[in-house]
DNA sequence: ACGTAGCTTGACGCTTACGTCAACTTTGGG
DNA sequence: CCCAAAGTTGACGTAAGCGTCAAGCTACGT
C-alpha cells in the first residue's frame, strides 16, 4: 500500500508560490500558510485520525493526497460537520473507489446533512423574522418617546 | 396529579398568555413543565443572574416576573445570543423604563445581532448551494457506476 | 561555534451550557 | 409517624476544537 513513497525528489522549491506542485511535499508551516490553518489545528486533526502526513525524521511532510484531504476538512467544517463526522466520510471516501456500497453511504449522509443544514437556516429565518419584529417595536417605543433612529 | 393546566385560552393582551395565571407562583417543576427546561437550567441561570426568583423556605418560586424574563432568555436563545449576552440585555431591559439610552443601546445590540443571523445565513446558503453541487456530482457518480437513487 | 527559526511531543487551559451524581432537608399524604 | 416526592446546595464531568505554554531537537546561515 506504500508503495507509490517510492520517490523522494528533494528539489527546492520557490518558498513563495501560489500553489503548490502537484508533487510536492510541504512541511506543516506550508501547510499552514496555504490553507490559513494554524499548526495546532493541523497535529489536531491528525491526532484525530483525519490526515496522516509521512515523516522525515521527526517532521512531518504533507503529500498531495494529504492536502486533498485537508481540502475536504475545510469543506465539511463549512458545511456544519463534526470532525468526528468528517474522519468517517473520509473513511468511506477512501474505500469509495472500491466499494459503491459505501460511496452511497457517503451521498447518504450528505443528504441528510443537507436536509439538517435547510431545517438550520429555516429555524435562523424564523429567529431572524422575529428579531425583525422585535426591532419594530423598538422602534415604536423609541419612536413614542420622541427618539429618532 | 398534576392536572393539565387549565388552558383557559381568551385572548389576552398579555404575552405570557400560553402561561398560568398572572398572578400565581410557580415551582421550580412547574417551571420546567411549563417551559420545557430542566430544574438545572433555571438552577444555572439564576447562578448567572438571569433570574432571580423569591424565596419560601429554600424553595424557589416564580413570579409572573420570572415567568416573562424567562420567557426573554429563550427568545434570545433562539436569537443565537449568549447567556451573557442575555444578562446585559435583561438588565438594560429593567432599566428601559427610565433609561432611554439604556434601551436604544439594547435596541442597537439587536440591530448588531440581527445582522450577525443574516450573515449566517447567507453563509448557511453558500454552504447547502456547495453541498447541493456535491450531491449532484455524487449522483453523477453513481450513475457511472449504473447505480440507481 | 552559535543563535535562531522551525519543528516536535506533552499536557494543561478555555469556553458554554448545562448533565449528573451525592447527600440533605422539607412537605404532603396515608 | 413514616415514606416518597420534590426541592436544595455543592461539586465534578462533558463536549469541540483548538490555544497556549513548556522544553527540547535539529538544520541552516554566519
Known amino acids: 500500500m506504500d508503495a507509490m513513497i517510492a520517490q523522494d525528489q528533494r528539489q527546492r522549491p520557490d518558498p513563495l ?4 506542485e502537484a508533487d510536492e511535499v510541504l512541511t506543516i508551516g506550508e501547510m499552514c ?3 490559513d490553518v494554524t499548526a495546532r489545528a493541523l497535529r489536531f486533526y491528525e491526532a484525530k485520525e483525519l490526515i496522516s502526513p509521512r515523516r522525515e525524521g521527526q517532521r512531518r ?15 465539511g467544517k463549512r458545511f456544519g460537520f463534526s470532525l468526528e463526522d468528517i474522519r ?3 473513511d468511506l471516501y477512501d474505500l469509495g ?15 441528510e446533512r443537507l436536509g439538517i443544514m435547510e431545517a438550520q437556516r429555516d429555524e435562523l429565518d424564523v429567529a431572524i423574522a422575529d428579531l425583525k419584529q422585535q426591532l419594530a417595536w ?7 418617546r420622541g427618539i429618532d433612529i
Not at 508560490?17 to 503548490?20: A, F, L, Q, T, W
Not at 511532510?61 to 469543506?75: F, G, N, S, V, W
Open 138 to 144: 423598538g422602534r415604536d417605543l423609541l419612536k413614542a
Open 97 to 111: 473507489d472500491q466499494q459503491t456500497t459505501q460511496l452511497t453511504k457517503t451521498y447518504e449522509l450528505a443528504v
Open 33 to 35: 500558510q496555504s490553507f
Open 61 to 75: 511532510l504533507y503529500t498531495r493526497r494529504d492536502r486533498a484531504r485537508l481540502k475536504l476538512i475545510l469543506q
Open 88 to 90: 468517517q466520510l473520509l
Open 17 to 20: 508560490r501560489d500553489m503548490p
